[in-house]
């Protein structure tokens, strides 16, 4: 499916002649309106409720290609919080004792 259907495609002039009143009463009712300048795309005019979908899932997007890359080199070895602290020769009491000096 195309992100910008060629119905959506207005002239900047043609824009200009609309109004962006006109564009955004549209753009809330639903139509989204790609501005196209010297013809290339160059802005989008989207309902905030379009916007914010598309935002979400996007954020889905990255969250499930972190996961899927934590997945794939996930040797299945855990190392302990008491393991790491040796590794750092720190105690959890000094860590403790640090937070409460601040």
Do not use: Y
Request: proline letters at 1%.
């Amino acid at each position: 499916m195309a992100l910008v259907d060629t119905e959506d495609l207005i002239s900047l002039s043609e824009a200009s002649k609309q109004g962006l009143s006109k564009l955004v009463t549209e753009a809330a009712a639903g139509r989204r309106c790609v501005i196209v300048r010297n013809n290339h795309p160059a802005v989008a005019i989207v309902s905030i409720d379009w916007l914010t979908e598309a935002q979400n899932a996007l954020e889905d997007w990255r969250d499930l290609t972190l996961a899927l890359d934590r997945v794939s080199v996930d040797s299945g070895q855990r190392t302990s919080l008491d393991d790491v602290f040796a590794l750092f020769n720190v105690t959890r009491d000094q860590l403790t004792d640090d937070d409460s000096e601040s």
